[in-house]
Every structure is written in C-alpha cells, then in structure tokens.
C-alpha cells in the first residue's frame, strides 16, 4: 500500500486539520521514512513540533499495521531532562486521545513514586518517557528484558545536549542493549542545529544492519539581538558579576512585554539578580519569579505552570529553563551576562516567540566590561552561522565499568558476547581485549592489585557462565550510584518548622555559622542548625545577606565565541560604525591601551605586575578557559625549569595569571623561548603530571566508577563508613595501581576535553608568528584585574614541601 | 621512613609529638595514638570498592618503626582502633601483634569500635570507655571541659589550612594543644583531613614526612 493513501496518514491529517494545522514537510517526511523501516536523525529547531515528527510516525504505522506491534512497550522516549517529560507526555495523550487509540502514555524517571513504578512493572504502558540513567536502573532490575522485547523504536529527544558527555555514552550503552532485546529497533534522534551533525547521526546509529536517514527542517527562526548599554562606562565595573545599575534598564523591558524570562549563568546571580529586581521595584512580588536547579521541584513545578498561563510577568532563571516546554505567552528573553556560546546563546534566545512564525528577540545585559566584546563576538559568529561542534566521549571506562556492574545486577552478561556488543558502539569502537579484560578483573577481583582478596566478591562469575552481582546490599549501593552526573555534595535546606527549600552545596553551608544568614529561593534565610545532611532554617529578618556560589555550572567558553572574540578585541581600538558595544567600549579599551597594550590580531600580550599579593605575570591567549588551564600549567612548568618555585594559578576565558611570592624569572630575553612551539606536547604531558588536573578530573570518574559513594542528601542512612574522598582514592591508586585504567583515564580526559591538541598546536603557532609584547604594568589594567578578582585557584609546586613552609613562615602567615 | 620530633610539656609531663601521627610519654614509656581505622580497606573491598591493602600494611609498618625506635612498653589507641566489621584486616592485624609480646594494649573505645569484648581479649587488647592516669584523661572524642583536667583525644582527623603570600595555600595534618587538650591527628593514612572546629586558642603543631613544627 502506498503510504501516501494509507489509513494511518489520513487518520493524522484529519486530525491536524481539525487542530487548523497542517504537517510541517519534514514532519511528513519522517513519517514516510519511519513507514519505510528507515532510523535516522531529525534536526530541527525547537518550537517546530519535532516531537510530532518521530512520535507520530510511529502512530501512523500502528495505525497501517497493528498486526506488527505486540502488546506492551512499543515506543520508548528517552530525553535528557525530568522536566521535559511531563509535558511531552500530556501532548502526546492529547493526540492519543483525540485519534480515538487506546494507548496509554506514562513517565518513568526518578521523580515517579514508587506505586506508579510497581504498577509500569506489572504492565508497561505502550509509550514510556523515561531518562538515560532511569533506563540503566530498569537494566538493572531482574527479568527486565521482558519489558523490551516488542519495543518498535527509540526516540533519542535533545540529543544534541547528550552527546558531548557521558550521559551520551550512557544512551549509546542503553540503545545497544535495547537492540539486543529487540533486534529489529529503529532508532530516532532528534536534535537542534549543531557543528559536527554528521558526527552526531553517526555516534547514535553506529550499526551497519540499520537503514539511515536524515531529516532537515528548513524552518529557521528570525532572531533579533539587542545589547542594552548603560549610559556611561563607568557603571560597568571590568570585572564580576555586578553592575546592579542595570536594573534600571531592565525593568522598563519587563514592563513592555508580557512575559519576560531572564537567563543567568549560575545559581548565585539569579538568587542576586531576582533580590535587585525586586528591591527596585516592589510592586512585582508576587509576578516575579526565580527557577534554578536547585529549588524545591514542586516549586519549580508552579513556577512553569504560572509561566504557561501567562500569570507570571518575568521569572529570573538559570540553563534550568534552557530546553523544555513551549511556554507560549514567553515573548521576551533578557541573557544577563556572558552565555559563552553560540549554540546555548541562540537556545536561550529560541525561547521567546515560540511559535514557528514568530521572531525571538533576546536583550543582552553585560555584567562587566568585557563582555561587551564578548557580544560583539557573537553576533559576529550568529551572522556567519558558526555553530559549536559537540565532541562525543569515547573509551569511557567509568562509564563503561558501570553499566557492566549494571547488567550483572540485572540479568547478568556473558563476556564475550557482550564484548562482541560494546565494539559496535562508537564510544568504544577502539576498545581492545586487554582493555576488556581489565575490566572484567576490575568489576570481580578489583584490580590488578587485588588478586589474593577473599572479600571482594562485587561480580562474580556464575555456574551458568554468565557475571552476575549476588549480594543484596552491593546491588543496592550500585543502583544508588547509577548515572553519569556528578554533582556537588548537595544538603537539603528546610525551615525548622518543616518545609522543604531546595539544595544548596555543603560547601557552602560548611562556611556558614548558625545565625548566618544567605539567600535561597529568592528568600532571606537564617542557618539554625546542621543534621543528617540538612540545613535547618528560619526567616531572617536580616536585610542582606550572602548569595550561594554553587561550584558547578561555571561554562568555560567555547573556542568558536573565542576565535570571534580574538579579532573583535584588536578591532576595538577602530570600531566599525556599527559596532555600537565596541564603539561604547572605546574609553575602557584606551585606557588597557595607555596603561599597558591592546593585543592586535598578530601580537601576544604578556602583562607583568607586582602588588603585596605577590609577583604576577598574566598572558591573554584568548582560546577559552580549559584551555588556558592547560596552557597555564605548562607555563608554569617551563619557568619553574628556571627556578624552583610555587604558583598559584587562575584562569578565564581571555588568559590566566601565573602568581608566585617570589620574582618571576620571565623577561624579554627568554620570554620567546618560553612560548616556544618546540617539545610542545612533551613539556605538556610533564605539565599535567605536575598538576592538579588529572586528580580534577578523576573527581567525576570514582563517582561512576562506583570508587566514592556519594552521600544522599536528606537521608539518615549515608554510608558513613564507606564515605572517603576521590583525592585520597587518587593518591592511593598513584601509589599502589599506577596502570589502572580509570586513573590513566583521568588523564587522557585532561587531553581530550581540554587540550585538543590541534587547538593548543595551532595557538602556539599562531603564538610563534607574533610578535610577543611584554609590559610591565603598575597596577592591574582591564584585561588583568579580572584575573585577580576570581576565586577558582590552582597550584603548581616544583618545591619541597618543607621549604616552601620555611618561606611561608618567614612571611609570617596566616592559619585557618 | 623519617622520625621528626618535637618535645612538649604538658601539665608538667614531657611529651614528645612525631611527625609519624603519634605522641610518646616518657613517664610512662607509651606510645599514643587515635583513629587507625583497621579493616577500613577490607570493609570497602567488602562492598565492592576496590582498595589496595598496601595502605595496611604501610601504617602496621610505620606503627612498628615507631614501638621500635621509643621502645614502647604500652600503647594507647585512643579510639577507632577497627573501622568496622570483624575482616580479614584483623587477622593480619592479629599476625602483625605477635611480635610484641610483651607490648600492652589499651583501646579506649572509640564511634567505630564495635567489635566484640571477645575478639579484644583474643587479641589481648584491653577496652576502656576513658582512662586516667594523672595529669590526663584518654578519650576518644575531645569534650569542652572546664573541669581542671587535661584530656587527650583524637576522633576529629584535625588538619590546618595555611595560607602564604601570592595566595598559597596548604592543607597539613596536625597536632592541636590547648591549655586543658590535645587531639591527636588520625594514625592512618587513608582518612581525610578536617580543617575546620579547631578549638579556641589552639596551638597547632602541623607535620610533614620529613619535619614538624609549630604554627
């Protein structure tokens, strides 16, 4: 039959003709591709009901052939946020119900009460919406491959914000053990616009038995930038995260629109933005709201649905509200300070005029001086279509240890088999026997190192051939610690008189007294007491107070925003006519000019200052933070081949600053020599060895790898026995098992994600061709102050330990 | 393994402080120490996290260095002698004891010490809520006293944060002394360190693998 003619189709159309819509062509598109047997990848903007694209498709083909669908699961949605799902599933009951099907829709994630999971146990619904890590816990369930074996399809949502970290490789794992219950899967991903679509399509539909298609929206959304500019310089400050005079700006564009959504970069300033907005203007108590990840989810709940009716005037918020539901009456976006990326930029930017034909406007607020060139950047980068690339993880072994630990939990694996499965994934296509090998002696004997060890029975080897998890409480413990996001050590926050508030870090907490007072959810709260890992608290009457800083969430930026922001900042010293940001600018980046220099696109900047902090030398690279981590260790360690001597080192997105109490042994005579391009990859290879970065990253790897048991917040039972630290874990590992792979894989992730070796090659010989400036600077200048001002330090010490205590002590220190 | 010293008196009692993680009293020829958590890395490889036992025997060897070089005949374990269950840690706890015949145990109970009285009588160790000998008093979590006693404990892993020019910074286990309290650091090394709580006026001795001195 000709799909054109079919029931199904016409049922559909009938339906959305009612509705007074019509099929999208790509939605069509992927309809009769789906009814071809095809899998692929659907790329296309939000706000264009991609979600009808895959969903229906698979609705028209029951609706053709309900013969080929067997009772049960038959289409599983797997999506990277809880919040997504909720409102996923009641468009799709809608839709179920209007076309008279009878089946049932249901959620399934860590937000879903025990009953409700009992229940899609007995009888799972005919389409689940779930998340990664919730399917890795249904692995780990007996019998679950019951579940799966009529399943038609799986629907990858948002995959672009899965694929560059490891809950991309959690789905890949997920999708491969779908298949090997139901080898005749089709596979759909969905995804917004990013740099390396190719790659994308390839990392989900790695397998060569499968047809493969791509489907293109040609939709493309109007947006309009808009930088709001204070009406002199001086009331940005050059660095941190105020200038609060903004609000005066702010309020005047509230007012103009009907709803407003007001991004921020962290936790922290949206706690800080939402006080100043109300403080300005009283009268929006009660319209003004503050989402952030680590609010109360029934308040966050409440907040969304208020947003949807249009009750709320403006609601200021983090990446919380990033992704999500079509909040309709949202018609304006204010991004506070810089977004660090394009792709996140125009995200953002996306959730305004939400419906297909409308425009998106975004307001950018700077917060400092700088990032005014940061917007210049972007618009730049906006108008040239340079999208990010998002890099998939490969040979994660934490990951990859997990999931083995997960299906022996389950229903246990035969080694070679699963070996056989693992290969076809791409994030351990390179994979070798030995490296396999390994972990299987990881997951039963723990290590090389533990061969003799009579109590460490984690996996064992069954009579039926198969790996199998026999204890009840390590089966418990591991289903505890499923999942590829790490988070800080989070406490609950709740008033003494009962009432939960959200999370806050406990290293936060841990800073405060009880009597202290901080701000949590927009209110001013007073810390009473400490237990089981909840902070107890009362109302303040106090009028200020600290806001959280919450150490996740700090976004480097991107080396695409960086290369824009290279060229615009040698452009600002002649800005172009229309370039109003840079034309704003001018002052401050004369005085950088008068003061020190402004780099041109062929010079290289080194600033050297002395103040009673020390002896500073900064350089401006401009290639992104995490590169600049690795640059300034390597810095840091071809001048510490001078000279014995300590460092303390902080970095952004423009440069870093090497801070020593001793002189500096840097000048113009070997300054050349020092960013040679020369040994470059062996002097950074010693370089990483020599710093805290790999140890950084081991932090994520333990967590997965099951190495620390995280405590759970709230919860009387925690494990305290079992609590120990990945530093320590790292150190011992370093001592006793320099070859396990986790630890080598710290490194390599310190290579991988951070450095790129092109990039570093390429900036060193960019680096080579310019001519190097070296200035000594009597106080900070404009670029550097910012440097000074962050918190985020490292260390790096080729000195011994006594000796740098001696020198301390001479300087008369300070104790904590 | 280096041997750092540094002599105190308190109360009128000359102690000497180690940069190995313990005090020796010269009166009563002991060695003193807290937190030594034996069975911890046999506990975790018991739940499936793999830690290597090097860790063991590395603070069984310190420890013996340390008898050895004092000539201790009494050693005061002022809590967390076992981290946990009865594993195979013990045994070779029990092994490595042999070789002191005539060295006499005292265990004052510590949070994590829940072995059976059987098993401390099996390794000839005698248990102790506190003990008192003039001018101190043992226990294993510090108290605020205000009674005119001196009491040594341990419990706290205490550590110092300190911070240098050009913004250094260093994270140190130690010794904190007051005018009526010690606490010791924790004996073994696989614990983490905790830098906050330092008692009001304390005086820190901080160490390394190679000095120790006061801050």
Known sequence: ?816 | MQIVTEHITLKNEDVILTNQRAIYWEREEALILSDIHIGKTAHFRRHGIPIPDGILQKDLNRLKELILHFNAKELFIVGDLFHAETNSDMATFKQWLTQFEDLNLVLIKGNHDTQSLRLMDDLGIVVMAQLEIEPFIFLHEPMDNTLNLFTISGHTHPGVLIKGRGKQKLKLPCYQVTVNQLILPAFSLFTGLNTRNIPKDASCYAFTDTSIFKL
């Open chain 1, 1 to 816: 039959m000709n799909f054109r003619d079919s029931e199904g189709l016409r049922i559909i159309n009938n339906w959305m003709a009612e509705k007074g819509i019509a099929p999208f062509p790509f939605q069509l598109q992927t309809w009769q591709r789906y009814a071809n047997g095809y899998s692929g990848m659907v790329v296309a903007p939000t706000g264009f009901g991609k979600t009808f694209s895959v969903f229906l498709g698979v609705v028209i083909d029951y609706l053709n052939h309900p013969e080929k669908y067997p009772k049960g699961l038959k289409l599983l949605w797997i999506s990277p946020l809880r919040s997504l799902a909720k409102d996923l599933a009641k468009a799709m009951t809608e839709a179920v119900d209007d076309i008279g099907l009878d089946w049932t829709v249901q959620v399934r994630n860590g937000d879903t009460p025990t009953a409700v999971r009992r229940k899609q146990e007995r009888m799972m619904p005919d389409v689940l919406l779930t998340t990664p890590e919730t399917m890795h816990l249904l692995f780990s369930q007996k019998k679950n491959s019951r579940w799966f074996k009529g399943v038609r399809c799986v629907a990858i949502d948002e995959w672009h914000e899965l694929i560059g970290n490891k809950r991309g490789v959690l789905t890949e794992l997920a999708i491969s053990q779908l298949r090997y219950y139901s080898p005749k899967l089709r596979i759909w991903g969905i995804t917004a616009t990013i740099g390396n679509l190719e790659d994308a399509k390839h990392v989900l539909l790695p397998y060569s038995d499968l047809n493969i298609t791509q489907i293109t929206a040609k939709q493309r959304k109007k947006l309009d930038i808009i930088s709001v500019l204070p009406d002199e310089i001086e009331v940005l400050p050059w660095a941190g995260h105020l200038g609060a005079k903004m609000v005066d700006k702010i309020l005047p564009i509230i007012a103009s629109n009907t709803t407003t959504l007001i991004f921020t970069n962290t936790r922290g300033q949206a706690e800080l933005w939402y006080q100043l907005l109300l403080n300005a203007q009283p009268d929006l108590a009660g319209l003004l709201a503050i989402h952030h990840g680590s609010i109360d989810k029934k308040l966050r709940n409440w907040i969304e649905d208020n947003i949807a009716s249009g009750y709320l005037k403006a609601v200021v918020c983090t990446s919380s509200l990033d992704l999500g539901v079509d909040f309709k009456p949202v018609d304006c976006v204010i991004q506070i300070g810089s977004v660090k990326g394009v792709a996140r930029f125009m995200q953002r930017a996306g959730r305004s005029g939400h419906s297909p034909f409308e425009r998106s406007k975004i307001y950018f607020i700077p917060t400092h001086s700088l990032e005014l060139v940061e917007v210049s950047a972007l618009k730049e980068a906006i108008k040239n279509k340079q999208v990010e690339s998002r890099d998939p993880m490969v040979l994660t072994f934490d990951v990859l240890v997990q999931f083995m630990v997960t299906l022996a939990v389950g229903e246990g694996f035969d080694s070679e088999k699963l070996f056989a499965r693992i290969k076809e994934i791409h994030a351990f296509q390179y994979i070798t026997k030995d490296e396999w090998q390994w972990c299987i002696q990881f997951i039963t004997k723990g290590g090389k190192t533990l061969n003799s060890y009579e109590e460490f029975h984690k996996v064992i080897l069954d009579e039926d051939g198969l790996y199998k998890v026999k204890s009840r409480r390590i089966s418990m413990l591991h289903r505890m610690n499923i999942g590829a996001i790490v988070s800080e050590v989070n406490m609950m926050v709740k008033y003494i008189s009962g009432g939960y508030i959200g999370m806050i870090e406990e290293f936060f907490i841990s800073k405060l007294k009880p009597g202290d007072s901080f701000i949590l959810a927009g209110r001013i709260l007073e810390l009473v007491q400490i237990k089981d890992m909840t902070a107890l608290v009362r109302r303040s009457k106090a009028k200020k107070a600290v806001s959280p800083s919450w150490l996740g969430g700090r976004l480097p930026l991107t080396s695409h925003l960086s290369h824009y922001l290279r060229l615009k900042l040698s452009d600002a010293l002649q800005p172009g006519r229309l370039e109003k940001e840079l034309r704003f600018l001018n002052p401050l980046i004369s005085r950088q000019d008068e003061h020190s220099h402004i780099p041109k696109s062929d010079e290289f900047l080194v600033e050297m200052i002395e103040t009673k902090d020390g002896h500073h030398l900064f350089m401006y690279p401009f290639e992104g933070r995490l590169v600049h981590e690795v640059f300034s260790a390597l810095m840091a360690y071809r001048i510490s081949k001078l000279k014995q001597i300590t460092f303390t080192i902080a970095m952004n997105d423009y440069g870093f600053e090497l801070l020593s109490d001793q002189p500096i042994p840097v000048d113009a005579n070997n300054i050349e020599a020092l960013l040679r391009k020369e040994n470059l990859m062996d002097d950074v290879v010693a370089s990483i060895n020599a710093s805290e970065m790999a140890s950084r990253k081991f932090r994520d790897i333990a967590v997965i790898a099951g190495l620390v048991v995280q405590s759970q917040p709230g919860t009387r039972k925690n494990n305290k026995s079992l609590q120990s630290s990945s530093g320590l874990i790292f150190r011992v590992l370093e001592d006793y098992e320099p070859d396990n792979l986790l630890l080598r894989q710290a490194y390599t992730e310190v290579f991988n994600q951070q450095l790129e070796e092109a990039r570093l090659q390429q900036a060193f010989e960019r680096i080579s061709k310019s001519k190097v400036i070296l200035k000594h600077a009597k106080s900070f200048t404009p670029l550097s102050f910012p440097l000074k001002v962050d918190s985020l330090r490292g260390t790096m010490s080729n000195e011994k330990l006594d000796k740098r205590i001696q020198r301390i002590k001479e300087q008369a220190f300070k104790i904590e």
